[in-house]
């Protein structure tokens, strides 16, 4: 619309200067005089154009201040969208179940006078309460504060599995981890399910988990969540009580909200001699337009 007035503004202007230039040569040369000054029809046409003109700048001016009303309501949606999610997130990560298990825990403890016990756990459990009641009030935190917290939930969860399990943590490339800032607990329900669907009905002792973090591209982070369970299949079938995977889902959208390009990608691992053969489940975690990267 704004190039068409402007076009029709141009054509008035032309037209009525090229009246104004023939009546100006019929004077010149037929000695004919007008009934009005053709000066007149130039000013009449510039008048036009200049009208049109204000006209198309405040249309444009009314469609940008438009553009940004609605900008601000998308960016108001998405504020109450971010707080919705940080609230669910919360209540999917602190589940009541784990929070009953470790206070009956902690009871076990006390029950069986194994008080530096009890303290300890105790005081693991108090420390991520606070940690997550901290950081579900931001939108992100540094990868080195998710790990600090990923190791004190697995402290916790360690006792509650027979034999317990390892966790490793692998930064290869020396990345800064205070550097990089990520969702809060955007990996614990990675974690989580790794305990309890993969190494819980483990027999073997030597169950793991593996945390790796790389950057192969640039402002790309690849966070790989592994572990040496039975696999997504076989839990499945074990019709073990575990949460379904309601908090990875939240936690996928929520990286998605700050960078929206990132993939979460999750299968189960299998031995390259025989494919029947399940050797773990892999969650591979890719987050692209990291800016320290």
Do not use: C
């Given at each position: ?90 209540k999917a990560q602190m589940n009541p179940h784990f929070i009953f298990n470790v206070l009956n825990s902690i009871n076990n403890f006390i029950l069986k006078n194994e008080k530096e016990l ?13 940690v997550t009641l901290k950081n579900s009030s931001q939108s992100t935190v540094s990868l080195k504060e998710e790990l600090d917290t990923i190791r004190t939930y697995v402290n916790l969860e ?75 299949e076989a839990s499945s079938k074990l019709n073990l009580e575990v949460k379904k995977s309601f908090g990875t889902k939240i936690t996928k959208e929520r990286i998605k909200m700050i960078y ?34």
């Open positions: 619309m704004p190039v068409k007035l402007l076009i029709t503004g141009s054509v008035v202007y032309l037209v009525l200067a090229n009246v104004s230039l023939i009546i100006s040569v019929r004077i010149v040369f037929y000695n004919i005089v007008p009934k009005y000054n053709p000066i007149i029809f130039m000013q009449i046409g510039a008048i036009i154009e200049g009208l049109i003109f204000a006209l198309i700048v405040g249309y444009k001016f009314n469609d940008i201040e438009r553009k940004k009303r609605l900008a601000q309501i998308q960016l108001l949606n998405k504020s109450v969208e971010a707080s919705e999610l940080k609230v669910t997130a919360l009890a303290s300890d756990y105790l005081t693991k459990f108090a420390k991520l309460i606070r360690q006792l509650r599995i027979e034999d317990g399990f390892d966790l490793i943590i692998n930064n290869n490339q020396n990345l800064d981890l205070n550097q990089i800032e990520i969702p809060p607990l955007s990996l614990q329900p990675y974690v989580e399910n790794a305990i309890w669907h993969g190494l819980y009905s483990k027999e073997a002792e030597d169950k793991k988990i593996e945390i790796s973090i790389s950057s192969k591209l640039e402002n790309t982070l690849n966070i790989i969540v592994k572990d040496n369970g039975i696999g997504r929206p390009n990132s993939l979460v990608e999750i299968k189960d691992i299998y031995s390259s001699n025989n494919p029947s053969i399940v050797l773990g489940t892999k969650v591979s975690i890719i987050i692209h337009g990291l800016p320290n990267l």
